[in-house]
């Protein structure tokens, strides 16, 4: 398996925040049922990472009465590009199978979808 680079990742973990936020509304309050009704618009990738990131922020932010914003998803999209997916990098030369077995199931989710996306774009541009 060739490596995958943390950029790919990062944007991954940004493309699915995007969606979150857009799933929340005006209001700018992501809530759970929200996130209920956005899952199923999304690829199956998408979907998988969406769930668990949402529920990563959710846990993280956890007061009674608090609700999940974009500042908050921006703060957890921080987070995990730092925790989550670099820290694993220990050679700075992209994810390696080895590297991405030893990431959390959010981290897995991310480099899933990231190969999803570099995928769906590589067969765009074969069209």
Do not use: C, W
């Not at 950029?7 to 209920?36: C, F, T, Y």
């Not at 990131?53 to 608090?66: C, I, N, P, Q, T």
């Amino acid at each position: 398996m060739a490596r995958i680079a943390k950029a790919d990742v990062n944007r991954a973990l940004e493309h699915v925040a995007k969606s979150l936020v857009k799933a929340g509304g005006e209001d700018g309050r992501i809530s759970r049922s929200d996130v209920k009704k956005a899952l199923p618009t999304l690829t199956t990738a998408e979907k998988k990472l969406a769930d668990i990131f949402f529920k990563f922020v959710d846990h993280r932010d956890f007061k009674d009465g608090a609700t999940v914003t974009k500042k908050d998803i921006d703060k957890a999209v921080t987070y995990a590009k730092a925790k989550l997916i670099a820290k694993y990098d220990l050679n700075t030369n992209g994810l390696s199978k080895d590297e991405i077995s030893n990431m959390s199931l959010t981290g897995q989710r991310a480099v899933d979808l990231a190969k999803a996306l570099k995928a769906a774009g590589a067969a765009a541009g074969a069209d």
